[in-house]
């Protein structure tokens, strides 16, 4: 796991120095602070030739080869080399395939061998890769850059091409270290974000700047970037491949997934340094665990979050866990004086991003890093396996939308949403206030309007009309925020609406936000976090099997649950799925209502020209008065403006300011809780 950064230019004018390669890699020196490298084409016996040259630079975290992993690397006669993020855990099966074929290695590296296959490949190489991975490969012959990520995402690899340069980097927050970057924003980005609450690949919040997606590559010569999809998850499924789906047994089904699941922990278990689980008490975290249990010697390091508020804490179904599994458990509880960690919270993350489960992330990251240097997680399992409750929504609309229309008409009436429900958002009344209300909408839409942040209606009510105009008049303005949600479903044709709904979170929510808040989250301290269900093998598979497998009214994981039963204790194996929630609703109520004000509703804020200061009013009284929860759409208006001081108001940042540097003085009373 590290941190990868470099430029390739077609002319001298473009080129950078080391002063500039060494800012971009200062920037991103919390993703490997045990060593760091540098390579410029130019000073290679390859490189005296006129054309392209390259600039690589590396930060380390050292996890295999403790000793010998120095990046950037290079084949036997130096005319391919690579800076490279990630883990390759297939990396050992590969060297032998590449000694045996006559490759020299001289390295126990997983990086060595992206050169070796690279050279006998070229970029299709790529496909052999199992992990996670963002990789520069600079072929000195051809004077080719290649970009590839990993199939699902897991690591983050952001470019931009201008006037002959090409600047790459695992962080925006590196490429906005090159004199002459601009940062323009794109307000189609903000829009996004509102929507989403995260910019999705493979926009940027800056014009200009992209990210490169999953499973894509991207080549970079002759001043020209070309991207290709090396890898898709299939999802899609001809009639004929379905009916052979639904042929094998249960027990066949069953099998296949314990033995690919075990392979995967067996393969993300290679390590030179201690390494241990995160252990929620769901379902997923569980079996990972269960699993490194049963292939470990000793009892592993398990680690958990909590909250004071008992309808947002799990550290009691962890511990369940953990006693269950007999592993070392460690837990941590998480205070609303976790949020003087925000002015790092948002340097970190680049882009906005108001996904609130980053808190207690960052949190239980700092704490696991003092015991094990790698965890593994669950992540992944909802999406693949149908966990999450909405899928029980889509299921019932589902069967909504083939009732007669004046039934139909009768569940959308509007009298509907004037019953008086709870105060609270989670409440059985107010969630069927939103099922009900998105019931005659297309299923891609009424899905949006379930799972984002602001809807068009509510976005139109917080900006400013200059915003309003500024966003219509632009030249990438020419779609919707539904097109992303639509163009995903378009992916998955042929299987039920549950299986494409899953599909759509695979391809975007998995990848834009659960992935990206976990890896900045961990690579902020200097912690690997690795993922078993990511493993494309069980990806492949999970996207073959069919939804009654995984599925059925009231209940989801359903093969999970039934394959993994020994390890996971009855009481987990029932409950309901809680999710990694913080309390904000309770704490927009009381400790940080200052905070609210003192940012949303200051001068610095609203002459930005985004927000109008009446709109932003409602959400924070109607909030503040119970009248309703807004908690979300608040925490997604208070990450952009703190965003904006952090990344706009001075020069590049190379390292997070302080609170009194974001202007916030709101959170001093908190210091003192315990």
């Known amino acids: 796991m590290c941190g990868i950064a470099g430029a390739v230019w077609n002319r001298r004018s473009q080129a950078i120095d080391r002063p500039v390669l060494q800012q971009m890699m200062s920037a991103i020196a919390h993703r490997g602070p045990d060593d760091s490298g540098m390579l410029f084409s130019s000073e290679l016996p390859q490189g005296n030739r006129s054309g392209a040259a390259c600039a690589l630079g590396h930060r380390r975290l050292s996890i295999i080869d403790l000793a010998g992993g120095h990046q950037p690397l290079s084949n036997e006669d130096g005319t391919v080399w690579t800076v490279f993020n990630g883990e390759i855990y297939n990396y050992r099966e590969l060297r032998e395939e590449l000694q045996q074929r006559g490759h020299q290695l001289k390295t126990a590296t997983d990086t060595e061998v992206i050169v070796h296959l690279y050279e006998e490949l070229g970029p299709a190489c790529i496909e052999r890769l199992r992990g996670m991975f963002a990789i520069a490969i600079w072929d000195t012959n051809t004077q080719r850059l290649v970009l590839a990520r990993d199939r ?76 290709s999809q090396y890898w898709q998850p299939p999802y899609a499924q001809t009639s004929d491949q379905q009916a052979e789906s639904r042929s094998w047994p249960v027990k066949k089904w069953q099998t296949e997934l314990r033995e690919t699941l075990t392979a995967a922990v067996r393969l993300r278990m290679r390590s030179d340094v201690p390494i241990g689980a995160f252990l929620s ?15 470990s010697p000793h009892p592993i390091h398990t680690f958990s979050m909590g909250f004071p508020q008992p309808e947002y804490d799990e550290r009691h179904f962890a511990r369940q866990a953990a006693e269950h599994l007999r592993t070392e458990h460690h837990e941590f509880l998480v205070e609303p004086s976790a949020l003087h960690s925000l002015p790092q919270l948002i340097w970190h993350y680049d882009e906005p991003f108001s996904d609130s489960s980053a808190i207690p992330m960052f949190a239980l990251s700092e704490a696991t890093r003092k015991f094990v240097k790698v965890s593994l997680s669950g992540d992944g399992g909802d999406e693949l396996f149908a966990g999450y409750t909405r899928y029980q929504a889509v299921h019932l609309a589902t069967r909504a939308d083939r009732l007669p229309a004046f039934l139909k008409s009768m569940l959308t009436w509007e009298l509907w949403q004037q019953i008086p429900t709870s105060q609270q958002q989670r409440s059985l009344g107010r969630r069927a206030k939103r099922f009900l209300n998105a019931l005659g909408q297309t299923p891609e839409r009424r899905y949006l309007r379930w799972i984002g942040i602001f809807d068009q209606d509510a976005r139109r009510a917080v900006y400013s009309k200059s915003f309003q105009q500024t966003l219509h008049d632009s030249d990438r303005y020419n779609f919707d925020s539904a097109t992303l949600i639509d163009e995903a479903y378009q992916k998955c044709p042929g299987r039920d609406l549950v299986t494409r709904t899953t599909c759509v979170d695979v391809l975007t929510y998995l990848p834009c936000d659960i992935l990206k808040k976990v890896d900045i989250a961990t690579m902020a301290y200097g912690l690997e976090a690795r993922s078993p269900f990511l493993d494309h093998h069980v990806v492949e598979l999970a996207a073959r099997m069919p939804i009654e497998l995984k599925f059925s009214p009231g209940r989801g994981k359903k093969i999970l649950t039934d394959t993994f039963a020994d390890l996971i204790p009855p009481a987990i194996q029932n409950r309901s799925k809680m999710g990694f929630g913080v309390p904000l609703d309770h704490w927009f109520r009381n400790e940080l209502t200052g905070l609210l004000r003192q940012v949303l509703l200051s001068e610095r804020c609203l002459d930005r020209g985004i927000l109008n200061r009446t709109g932003v009013e409602n959400l924070i009284e109607q909030h503040v008065s119970h009248r309703w929860d807004h908690a979300y759409r608040l925490w997604n208006l208070l990450c952009l403006e703190c965003w904006a001081r952090v990344y706009l108001d001075g020069s590049p940042p190379i390292a997070p300011p302080t609170l009194q540097g974001l202007g916030i003085t709101a959170l001093e009373p908190l210091r003192s809780e315990k």
Request: hydrophobic share 40%.
């Open 152 to 227: 699902l995402g897991q690591k983050p690899l952001a470019y931009l091409h201008q006037n002959g340069q090409l600047l790459f980097a695992s962080e925006l927050k590196a490429i906005l270290q090159v004199p002459g970057v601009h940062r323009e924003v794109d307000p189609t980005a903000i829009d996004l974000y509102l929507t989403y609450q995260y910019v999705p690949h493979p926009h940027s919040i800056f014009k200009g700047m992209n990210q490169l997606p999953p499973g894509h590559l991207a080549i970079y010569e002759q001043d020209r970037i070309t991207l």
């Open 281 to 295: 008490g769901g379902i997923d975290s569980t079996i990972i665990a269960g699993l490194m249990q049963s292939l």
